[in-house]
């Protein structure tokens, strides 16, 4: 059976310095982050992508693949973008986030990258507690006898997350509600 190897970066790409050392991310759009998570099903395997922001925990996009292709990265990165514009610091690990195809997205739209160390999850420990809620609270519970019945369910939690999900860290808002409220708290001081 394959194994996840969703860590394993391509030699020749180059690696971005951690920027989130000692910083306060307390708004929107400051920074966002992203992680792969290989996901078994009765007939295979699924590799998931999501692209969260930082501050409020709101899953801004995601996206699901049968391969660990890089083009699923950089749709998902692509429809946070157009959504929601752009932050000022993108996080990642060193995976697929490191080829030229996603970096050059993230030139493009003028946003600094950030990449943790190498075999350290706790830099970008709130995409890593998003996986763990979604399997244990979600994946595990249930038996997908393929992609699009998964890609279904997903299309459900994701909203649920989002919009229902209360957040003891964010004062018992959802990501939708903090990010709102940040927004409008950005705006009002600038």
Known sequence: APK????KRH????VYPYLLRGMTIDRPNQ????DITFIPIARGHMYLIAIMNWATRKVLSWRLSNTLDTQFCVEALKAALLKYGAPEIFNSDHCQ???DAFTAVLKAWNVKISMDGKG???DNIFIERLWRTLKYERIYLKDYDNGADFYRDLTIWFRWYNEKRKHSSLDKMTPNEAYAQGLQNHNRAA
């Not at 996840?4 to 860590?7: D, E, F, L, N, W």
């Not at 030699?11 to 180059?14: L, Q």
């Not at 920074?31 to 992203?34: G, I, P, Y």
């Open 11 to 14: 030699p020749g790409h180059p």
């Open 4 to 7: 996840p190897g969703t860590s």
């Open 97 to 99: 986030f490191t080829s």
């Open 31 to 34: 920074v966002w982050a992203t």
């Open 120 to 122: 350290r999850f706790k």
